[in-house]
């Protein structure tokens, strides 16, 4: 089956624009991961979303990033008021039900906050 | 809390010489431990994971790994780089409890030399 999709691929948007990114996870898998990759850097978790748990929320870097996901679906990432530190590559992956920590990872998208 | 430090940030190798990534983390129980592969423009691929048992993993592309417990480390290695291998590479740690999110090193750039 098809891997992890995300869209855009590029995003290029102004600063204090809401930009709004998309990922659709692996048919069937439980668990969808969000990571921020800055330039230069390794990956930073964000939002964590199991089936219908309440997801967690405990790396997103402020209240302007939040994120949805319906049941076992596509995931959606929105950056409010978007800063230029926001600029980076937004990583999405999913993890079958029943595995331990092994995540399947999307391209990514790169966002470019000018 | 845990972390992960990959000492090298870029290795230049020769085609066909040895190659060793080197990775520490910080955990308190036993780790989960990843090796990632990126390349250019494309997501992460898992290589190799440690969750128990065997201290020396093999994973995809030719490459292995040793978990070594009293140097809290998980370096990975391959006999014989080839060009293709060109890419960065991040060591993980399963951050525990039942997320299963990851924390990455800041990654390491593999550069092959004709």
């Known amino acids: 089956g098809a891997g992890v999709s995300q869209s855009p691929s590029n995003k290029v948007t102004e600063k204090g624009k809401d930009v709004e990114l998309r990922c659709d996870p692996i048919s069937g898998h439980t668990a969808l991961y969000w990571y921020r990759q800055r330039l230069g850097q390794g990956l930073e978790f964000l939002i964590y979303f199991q089936g219908n748990s309440a997801p967690d929320k405990s790396g997103l870097p402020s209240d302007r990033f939040s994120a949805e996901r319906t049941g076992e679906s596509v995931s959606t990432l929105t950056i409010q008021r978007t800063q230029q530190e926001d600029s980076a590559v937004y990583l999405c992956a999913s993890r079958k039900a029943g595995t331990t920590h092994e995540q399947y990872f999307g391209p990514g998208t790169r966002l470019t906050v000018t | 809390a845990q972390s992960v430090t990959q000492p090298d940030i870029h290795i230049t190798v020769s085609e066909g010489a040895s190659l060793e990534l080197r990775c520490n983390y910080s955990y308190g129980a036993t780790p989960y431990l990843f090796w990632y592969v990126q390349s250019p423009g494309q997501g992460l691929q898992l290589l190799l994971k440690?969750?128990?048992?065997?201290?020396l993993v093999q994973g995809i592309k030719g490459f292995e790994a040793e978990f070594k417990r009293s140097q809290s480390s998980f370096n990975l290695r391959k006999p014989s780089v080839h060009w293709s291998d060109a890419a960065e590479y991040f060591c993980a740690v399963g951050a525990g409890g039942n997320t299963g999110k990851l924390i990455f090193g800041q990654g390491t750039t593999l550069q092959v030399k004709p």
């Open positions: 440690y969750f128990s048992g065997d201290t």
